[in-house]
């Protein structure tokens, strides 16, 4: 398994900017697709991006595509989501995570074995 670990959330007022990175130690982040989730209070936990091992692949939720940018630096073991043009409603803990097995797809996240701390991003109105 990999070690995930969050950094970069805060608090932003809406239509601010934040950069999330996700740094993996042990068995390294370029095995696997890795992804990013976010869980509100007393909601469930909604998948956001998610990019392929090469990060040649991206895929978004509706609800952030067009504002989110997910990238990986696969030399330093980091994967990142650039969040532009933020709403109140992005309000949540962000969680990177890694290892999706089958038969799950990328967007359900009982599929993923490793899981990081999360981070919280909170926007202002």
């Known amino acids: 398994q990999v070690q995930l670990v969050e950094s970069g959330g805060g608090l932003v007022q809406a239509g601010g900017s934040l950069r999330l990175s996700c740094a993996a130690s042990?068995?390294?982040?370029?095995?696997?697709?890795v992804g990013w989730f976010r869980q509100a209070p007393g909601k469930e936990r909604e998948f956001v991006a998610v990019?392929?091992?090469?990060?040649?692949?991206?895929n978004y939720a509706a609800s952030v595509k067009g504002r989110f940018t997910i990238s990986r630096d696969n030399a330093k073991n980091t994967v990142y989501l650039q969040m532009n043009s933020l709403r109140p409603e992005d309000t949540a803990v962000y969680y990177c995570?890694?290892?999706?097995?089958?038969?799950?797809?990328?967007?359900?996240?009982?599929?993923?074995?490793?899981w990081g701390q999360g981070t919280q991003v909170t926007v202002s109105s």
């Open positions: 995570t890694a290892g999706l097995s089958e038969p799950y797809v990328f967007s359900d996240h009982r599929g993923y074995a490793s």
């Open positions: 042990g068995r390294t982040s370029s095995t696997y697709a």
């Open positions: 990019i392929s091992r090469s990060g040649g692949t991206m």
